[in-house]
């Protein structure tokens, strides 16, 4: 089954302990992306990913890295997590298309709370 | 910074009605697509409209993409339960970034 994975689905921690949350697709697609879901903001990018070892900011990576090294996977890591960074987390992958925008998957979803 | 606003934020309706979401910027994109995201899961696209002007239907849903590929709508005709969803417009530029409105939540009730 085409699919992309997010682990773990929920995580409660606390201020400045590393923490990684991993993302893998199935699909073979290119372009890889982390969102961040706020109430009444929508989803902002975060990162993204055109492919293996080639990354660029979204519109709010401050306080995240990430990692493309592998095709199928794109762990977002918060290496010293604050409590503004409690949110809802999206992982979505694409084919990348010339000069179009592909259908993005996205996973379930990472609950994080930060205390 | 390019920003998508979308309207109306919330939106409750009998089921059989018909509504508009509406999706605007002041920023041009060169295409913009449409998702819908239910409880506990991540978006799941509806379309994708590329050409100013262009008008795509999904059974029940019509979507506009704006003549100066600024806005787009969202229309559901004789709305059901199963509509029921937050969607959200995205808009995609010259980069690979990627726009996401702030969203509308609709519900339909029986």
């Known amino acids: 089954e085409a699919q992309v994975t997010q682990n773990p689905r929920y995580l409660i921690t606390v201020t400045g302990k590393k923490l990684t949350v991993t993302c893998s697709q199935n699909?073979?697609?290119?372009?890889m992306s982390w969102y961040r879901q706020d109430p009444g903001l929508g989803l902002r990018q975060i990162y993204y990913?055109?492919?293996?070892?080639?990354?660029d900011k979204g519109d709010v990576p401050e306080g995240y890295k990430v990692s493309r090294k592998e095709k199928r996977n794109f762990p977002l890591i918060l290496e010293s997590p604050s409590p503004n960074q409690t949110s809802l987390y999206f992982c979505?992958?694409?084919?990348?298309?010339?000069?179009?925008?592909?259908?993005?998957?996205f996973g379930p979803g990472t609950r994080l709370t930060v205390l | 910074t390019q920003l998508l606003e979308q309207s109306p934020q919330f939106l409750s309706i009998q089921e059989g009605e018909n509504l508009t979401v509406y999706c605007n910027s002041s920023?041009?994109?060169?295409?913009l697509q449409w998702y819908r995201q239910e409880p506990g899961e991540g978006p799941v696209l509806l379309v994708t409209?590329?050409?100013?002007?262009e008008v795509k239907k999904l059974k029940r849903l019509t979507f506009q993409f704006g003549d100066a590929r600024k806005d787009s709508s969202l229309h559901i005709t004789a709305a059901q339960p199963g509509d029921t969803g937050l969607y959200l417009c995205?808009?995609?530029?010259?980069?690979?970034?990627?726009?996401f409105g702030t969203g509308t939540r609709l519900k339909v009730l029986a």
């Open positions: 979505a992958s694409s084919l990348l298309l010339a000069g179009a925008w592909g259908e993005q998957f």
């Open positions: 990913s055109m492919n293996v070892e080639v990354t």
């Open positions: 409209v590329v050409t100013g002007g």
């Open positions: 995205a808009g995609g530029s010259g980069t690979y970034k990627y726009i």
């Open positions: 699909m073979n697609h290119e372009y």
């Open positions: 920023s041009v994109f060169s295409s």
